[in-house]
């Protein structure tokens, strides 16, 4: 049985102050005995290291948005994953939709990004979803497909066991709009069969695929409770306590 895993993304929210008290009230309400899944919260960089600090006897991990596939060099505003690992993370969101279409990220760089989280022991979020036009003109699973096997080359079966895959819809991210559980169970299915064709049946199966896209926790326990859909990572619902609480119960 795969353990579920939900992430909470706080994309550019919340200083310093905001992050004590969010992370304080999170540490908290989750204890130990109650929390059935892995929980894994990612701030800005500029919070990692106080987020670090008030975690350490907690049920709650950490992961940064973001990373440069260089170690170090001249590479302004950028940060190595030396960095990150320097301040207590463990993940790193990878591909995510707004890393490629605000960003400008293509499948190359992500794969870069990929591959040196996985030389530097961190364990990789990676996103892939489809925008709606996408979806309307039929060639969702094309783009999908894309997104996966490029962005996975030259990543070994062993390595890949270390990488959590995020489905993100484009469409359904910050927009309220949410695939229903039914869409996204084709999706993660379609996903899993991908990585078996990759990595073969074993990896595949025990391959932890979350949802993203308007997760709240109205909608949280349905989602969840469909057969390949074995987390999320949350936007929004994760920057107040007890929505992003109530989330992490419902597993």
């Known amino acids: ?9 706080w994309k550019m929210h919340k200083d310093l102050n905001e992050t004590q008290s969010l992370v304080t009230k999170l540490s908290n309400a989750l204890s130990k005995e109650e929390v059935k899944c892995d929980v894994i919260i990612c701030p800005p960089y500029t919070s990692l290291s106080e987020a670090s600090s008030l975690i350490k006897d907690s049920v709650i991990k950490l992961g940064a948005q973001n990373m440069h596939f260089e170690e170090k060099g001249a ?5 190595s994953t030396s960095m990150i690992k320097s301040v207590g993370c463990e993940y790193v969101i990878l591909g995510h939709s707004e ?39 039929g060639i969702m699973k094309d783009v999908i497909k894309r997104q996966v096997t490029d962005g996975l080359q030259q990543v070994s079966k062993g390595e890949m066991e270390k990488i959590i895959v995020a489905y993100e819809p484009v469409w359904a991210i910050g927009t309220g709009k949410t695939a229903s559980p039914e ?6 299915v379609f996903i899993r069969e991908l990585i078996s064709e990759i990595f073969g ?12 896209g308007s997760v709240k926790p109205d909608n949280a ?5 469909q057969n390949d859909i074995d987390g999320a990572l949350v936007g929004g619902a994760c ?13």
């Open 1 to 9: 049985m795969r353990r579920k895993v939900i992430a909470g993304n």
């Open 75 to 79: 590479f302004t505003g950028e940060v």
């Open 99 to 137: 890393r490629r279409t605000v960003f400008g990220e293509n499948d190359e760089v992500i794969n870069k990004k990929i591959k040196k989280a996985l030389a530097s022991n961190l364990k990789p979020i990676f996103c892939v979803g489809e925008t709606l036009g996408e979806r309307e003109s």
């Open 183 to 188: 869409q996204a169970q084709e999706v993660h």
């Open 201 to 212: 049946n074993d990896t595949a199966e025990n391959l932890i695929i979350q949802y993203g």
């Open 221 to 225: 326990h349905e989602l969840l409770s």
């Open 239 to 251: 920057l107040e306590a007890d929505s992003f609480t109530a989330i992490i119960k419902s597993v």
